[in-house]
């Protein structure tokens, strides 16, 4: 997922959005992502102020069976 994310900020590359956008994932990809997400944040300091919300995010997910993909758009729509 770095790859990924380094490659859009980067380069304007939008295979980030093809690759969740065209592909069914488990939910437990989704959040494999969201965690990657904060590590990358944190790593490159970009995004910081959404680290809490990623979180609470992630423990939706988990406890209350949110729909992960949904989250995970909304913080591709956020980059």
Request: glycine residues 2%; charged residues 30%.
């Amino acid at each position: 997922y770095f790859n990924l994310l380094d490659n859009y900020l980067e380069k304007r590359n939008s295979e980030i959005f093809s690759y969740f956008f065209r592909n069914k994932l488990e939910k437990f990809e989704y959040i494999e992502f969201l965690q990657n997400l904060i590590l990358y944040s944190k790593k490159n300091f970009v995004f910081i102020d959404l680290l809490e919300e990623i979180n609470e995010d992630i423990n939706l997910i988990k406890k209350n069976n949110v729909n992960a993909k949904g989250i995970v758009d909304k913080y591709l729509l956020k980059l």
